[in-house]
């Protein structure tokens, strides 16, 4: 099992920047990938970005496609989602996830059913 802790969430305005940050702690493995999802209130768990631990691939979804960007330091067993320009629609709760060792497809990693591991989310609030 591995133990996932955000942070980094706030309040800000329309147009600004904020980075998440997701500390990993526990049994991990290579083939694992690093997720952030997301939900609105009244709204589904959504896919944001996924990262492959190993080699560093990517997957965002095409709502934030350009202005958001997942990274990782191996060293520090840290993922990182870095949002710029963001909107009010942006607002929600973001969760990291660890899922199931890999490697899958592009759709598998977008599903929440694929994460066996959540942190406990961090809220982000754009006012217009």
């Known amino acids: 099992q591995v133990q996932l802790v955000e942070s980094g969430g706030g309040l800000v305005q329309a147009g600004d920047s904020l980075r998440l940050s997701c500390a990993a702690s526990?049994?991990?493995?290579?083939?694992?990938?690093m997720g952030w999802f997301r939900q609105a209130p009244g709204k589904e768990r959504e896919f944001v970005a996924v990262i492959k631990w190993s080699y560093g691939t990517t997957y965002y979804a095409d709502s934030v496609k350009g202005r958001f960007t997942i990274s990782r330091d191996n060293a520090r067993n840290t993922v990182y989602l870095q949002m710029n320009s963001l909107k009010p629609e942006d607002t929600a709760v973001y969760f990291c996830?660890?899922?199931?060792?890999?490697?899958?497809?592009?759709?598998?990693?977008?599903?929440?059913?694929?994460?066996?591991?959540w942190g406990q989310g961090t809220t982000v609030t754009v006012s217009s």
């Open positions: 526990g049994r991990t493995n290579s083939g694992v990938a």
């Open positions: 996830a660890a899922s199931k060792a890999g490697p899958y497809s592009v759709a598998a990693y977008q599903s929440r059913g694929l994460y066996d591991d």
